[in-house]
């Protein structure tokens, strides 16, 4: 009788767990009706909020994109801002359900701080920005230089790997955000500031003086960016991992905000997959069949959200360079929809 008693506790136990296991944190975003998405204090392009206090840029559409597949609503979204020393605890403590920030993928945050990343969105490299009347053109010029440099980040290593190996000294004036380091750096306090090179023209393009500074030629390091989520969740993983993977394929197929209603009639099945014409990957994802088709019409393919926010014609001015697709020159590149 004891046995059979154990045996049904252990029986109700067990599907209790598969019970939680099965409530994951898609289920939590559509109960909630919002997506919480970690995103940086603000970095002009990147992330930043507007004088209403709407957040506007690169990591945001991919907020806003993620909102669009799971909820059908790009604009249901809050961020939840953070610093590079606060933003994976803020992850992990379930205070935001997707990281869209400025955040390199590393073994040691992958593994370690128990993140799952779901591909680059943005390649990117350490930089270096200087003053233009301080007359340095290199970045082996910079022996004895102060340097701001924000915690928390891949940088400092980097920043120390470079210097030693350039038999070079540095001062370091650690700072926690963007708006600090600017501050900072045009208050003089430190000669240098360093961090990807794509925040670097960030941070430029809101000086009164942008063409009074240089970025050095160096890039001293690769920072793949992209998004990240706790371990432990395979379901939203996967939704991440393909929110990124379809506004690469709209781009790599044509397909734009202006024209995807046009390509529900294509004659290509991968596009009709893609849209959900065809085929019942919402369904595997949990998502509707247009899930896709929401984020293209809501936000654009990947290029249409490159351009709009950091592109050659904003302020930031950046060129896609290592971001332009792999059919030109590129490392964009999706896996297929199949």
């Not at 970690?38 to 806003?64: K, L, M, N, Q």
């Not at 994109?65 to 992990?92: C, E, Q």
């Not at 306090?189 to 009074?212: I, K």
Request: negative net charge; glycine residues 10%.
């Amino acid at each position: 009788m004891k046995a059979t008693i154990h045996s049904a506790l252990a029986v109700a136990l067990m599907l209790a767990v598969a019970s939680t296991a099965r409530a994951g944190t898609l289920e939590d975003v559509q109960a909630r009706g919002v997506l919480n998405c970690v995103v940086s204090t603000g970095i002009a392009g990147f992330a930043y909020p507007d004088d209403a206090g709407e957040w506007h840029g690169f990591d945001i559409d991919f907020c806003r994109a993620t909102a669009a597949a799971v909820l059908g609503d790009p604009k249901a979204i809050k961020a939840v801002t953070s610093t590079g020393k606060t933003r994976f605890t803020k992850l992990n403590a379930g205070e935001g359900d997707v990281l869209w920030r400025n955040t390199t993928i590393t073994f040691s945050r992958d593994v370690g701080v128990k993140l799952r990343f779901h591909g680059v969105n943005y390649y990117d490299g350490q930089g270096f920005m200087v003053r233009k009347d301080l007359g340095v053109s290199s970045a082996t010029e910079l022996n004895g230089a102060s340097i701001c440099i924000q915690t928390g980040t891949t940088t400092e290593l980097n920043l120390a790997d470079y210097f030693h190996s350039n038999d070079m000294e540095y001062e370091a004036v650690t700072i926690e955000t963007n708006d600090e380091a600017r501050q900072n750096y045009t208050a003089g306090r430190c000669d240098v500031y360093t961090t990807d090179a794509s925040g670097l023209a960030a941070t430029r393009s809101t000086f009164t003086d942008p063409d009074n500074h240089v970025i050095l030629p160096e890039i001293i390091s690769k920072e793949p960016l992209g998004p990240a989520t706790r371990h432990g969740d395979d379901q939203w993983s996967d939704i991440v991992t393909w929110v990124l993977n379809a506004t690469v394929t709209a781009e790599e197929k044509g397909v734009t905000s202006e024209n995807v209603d046009a390509m529900k009639e294509s004659k290509d099945p991968e596009i009709l997959r893609l849209l959900g014409v065809e085929g019942n990957q919402g369904e595997e994802l949990g998502l509707s069949a247009d899930w896709a088709y929401n984020i293209i019409k809501a936000v654009g393919n990947y290029g249409e959200i490159f351009e709009r926010n950091i592109g050659v014609n904003t302020p930031i001015g950046l060129a896609r360079g290592l971001n332009a697709l792999w059919t030109d020159g590129g490392l964009q590149y999706s896996p297929p929809f199949r």
